[in-house]
């Protein structure tokens, strides 16, 4: 026996051969008889849930499927789609609200340590180089006759630097 999909496409039915015997493959010497239910044992061609009817079929001679399973409608599926009441929605608006403050102020604490950290390297840096210059006025000699220097060999020379003495 050779399982077709129904017309209808509600179940699937039997296929009874008009004369002969009937083979695989062939519905056209065959006549359909709808609203069949098939039970499960029937194995051959199509499985249907015996309480619902849904289901899938298969035409035997291409092997597809011709329809397919479908859980049972519930009323747990739409609970998922409940909305939220106002006060909820309120006070999710108001969490959000406050997070983005939180983060606000967070940014702006660490904007603030880095300009502070930017100052305290600056005045760092300025006070080192004073105090270079301090240093060396204080080794220093301070040559006032030039002639001197006229006198210097080269190695002497190279050691000399010009500073401002104000």
């Not at 739409?78 to 959000?96: F, G, H, I, P, V």
């Not at 220093?140 to 006198?151: M, Y």
């Amino acid at each position: 026996m050779s399982h077709v999909p129904c017309p209808s496409g509600r179940f699937p039915t039997r296929v009874e051969p008009r004369g002969g015997v009937l083979r695989e493959g062939t519905v056209h010497s065959a006549r359909v008889v709808t609203g069949l239910r098939l039970r499960p044992d029937d194995a051959e061609g199509a499985r249907v849930d015996r309480d619902t009817g849904s289901g899938y079929w298969r035409d035997d001679d291409a092997g597809k499927r011709r329809g397919a399973k479908r859980p049972r409608r519930s009323s747990a599926a739409n609970e998922s789609l409940k909305r939220k009441t106002w006060d909820e929605r309120m006070e999710e608006r108001a969490k959000r609200k406050a997070l983005i403050q939180t983060m606000k102020e967070i940014e702006d604490e660490k904007r603030r340590e880095k300009e502070e950290e930017r100052e305290r390297i600056r005045l760092k840096r300025e006070r080192k180089e004073a105090n270079q210059k301090k240093q060396l006025m204080a080794k220093a000699q301070i040559v006032k006759n030039t002639s001197k220097i006229k006198k210097m060999n080269k190695k002497q020379l190279r050691s000399l630097r010009t500073a401002d003495v104000s």
